[in-house]
């Protein structure tokens, strides 16, 4: 059973010994855990689907909104894509042990810098099960043992999904308690998780404002916040209008319940009067709820835009609303998304070299794009097969969190009877 009935610290210490384990293994075993994986999720469709079913059914998920519902729910399209992901990270090379540096020291040292994995890896996600095998399969690959503690509206799903890690493991000959869940706890399990210092070596909350704050109050151990996305699209006074349309409404509306989605579009104000109308346009026409600043409603046109708040600039909706406002030049556009974004995802639509570099330069993101959409950032859009999630902080990882986002390194030293004078 993939949902343990242990305590949490028995649970970290059994994956720490399981780490132990993995770190040794060779390339070959990861990957035949990783191919078993991706085979067991084509013949279990049926199994995983009963189980999500039945999360989507439960009254904990009763007050879920449509987006995070959408978010929770699986098909055999995503269970297919699941599958996809694992033999991607499966196929790209192993990191553990790769050589990062070598030189020898004056001492006659050979001394080399040498990749090697983290060790026990804690994940805290919200809704999406798919985050599961996501992080089962890239820390696997990496050498290292996880613990995964999601929602408990999500719990059917994430034991269903977290077995199928197990039992592949097992068919490898691997330890299957390098993949351990502990279902969807409360607060007292939470900080109890985040508080296993010497067995959790990094913990990842993959989740809002309110998780990040939660684990902020009790963690002692090691963490990376991958957090929200309060992401913008500048349409820039040199901007192709056609090329903006199909960005702005890809960046909010491909899937609206995503990090990477746009939150705020930003237009130049010497263009405002001229592309606005068409964009918002097509947003309203996508479902879009428009709110914008004086300005921006005074160029849409006949196109409904409510007056925004200060509250809407900050905000990370993760549904069909978007913030506009209209700015004087891209200074002011890198002004405010530095003032407002939360260092996720922004983009820029321009034909100006000097235009994209100044905003490449200025906005102080994980992921900038010039003229393309911000739903790019993603760790299988990215090659990495998967991710754990994007991470906006600048140590020690930034953007998605893929398989070398899982490691360090050590230096390992070889001489002939050196001593040091």
């Known amino acids: 059973m993939a949902v343990t009935e242990t305590t949490v610290a028995e649970s970290c210490a059994a994956a720490k010994r399981a780490a132990r384990q993995l770190a040794g ?46 978010r929770l729910r699986l098909t055999p399209e995503r269970v297919a894509a699941m599958a996809d992901g694992v033999r991607v990270v499966a196929a790209l090379e192993d990191p553990v042990g790769e050589e990062l540096e070598r030189k020898t020291l004056e001492s006659g040292l050979d001394l080399r810098k040498v990749r090697v994995p983290l060790g026990v890896v804690a994940v805290v996600y919200e809704a999406r099960p798919n985050v599961t095998i996501d992080c089962a399969a890239l820390t696997i690959k990496s050498g290292n043992a996880i613990v995964l503690r999601g929602s408990s509206y999500a719990e059917r799903s994430n034991a269903a999904l977290a077995g199928i890690a197990r ?16 279902g969807g706890g409360g607060h007292d399990e939470l900080a109890e998780l985040a508080r296993q210092e010497g067995l959790i070596d990094l913990l990842i909350p993959r989740g809002g404002e309110g998780l990040k704050a939660a684990i902020k109050k009790v963690a002692t151990v090691p963490v990376m916040y991958a957090a929200a996305g309060n992401c913008h699209v500048y349409v820039h006074a040199e901007a192709d209008p056609e090329m903006a349309r199909r960005i702005a409404v890809n960046a909010k509306v491909q899937r609206p319940g995503v990090c990477n989605a746009a939150e705020t579009l930003l237009i130049d104000a010497t263009i405002a009067e001229r592309v606005a109308p068409a964009i918002l346009a097509d947003l309203a026409a996508a479902g879009v709820e428009l709110v914008g600043d004086e300005r921006a409603r005074a160029a849409a046109g006949d196109v409904a835009v409510g007056p925004a708040t200060d509250t809407d600039w900050d905000s990370e909706y993760l549904g069909l609303k978007l913030a506009v406002a209209v700015v004087d030049s891209v200074e002011d556009a890198v002004d405010h998304v530095n003032a407002h974004g939360t260092g996720h995802s922004e983009a820029i639509v321009t034909s100006s070299d000097e235009a994209a570099d100044a905003f490449v330069t200025g906005v102080d993101a994980a992921a900038v794009y010039v003229n393309a959409s911000t739903r790019f950032t993603d760790g299988f859009e990215y090659g ?13 990882a930034r953007g998605p969190i893929g398989m070398r986002e899982l490691t360090t390194f050590k230096y390992v030293a070889r001489g002939d009877g050196q001593i040091r004078e």
Request: aromatic share 0%; proline share 1%; charged share 25%.
């Open 167 to 182: 039992e592949a493991l097992a068919e490898a000959g691997l330890p299957g308690d390098a993949v351990l869940s502990l």
């Open 25 to 70: 293994a060779s390339t070959e075993a990861k990957n035949a855990a990783l191919e078993a994986t991706a085979r067991l999720l084509g013949e279990r469709v049926a199994d995983i689907l009963e189980a999500n079913a039945g999360d989507l059914a439960d009254e904990r998920a009763a007050g879920l909104t449509d987006a995070l519902r959408d």
């Open 384 to 396: 990495m097969g998967a991710e754990i999630g994007n991470s906006t902080q600048k140590l020690h």
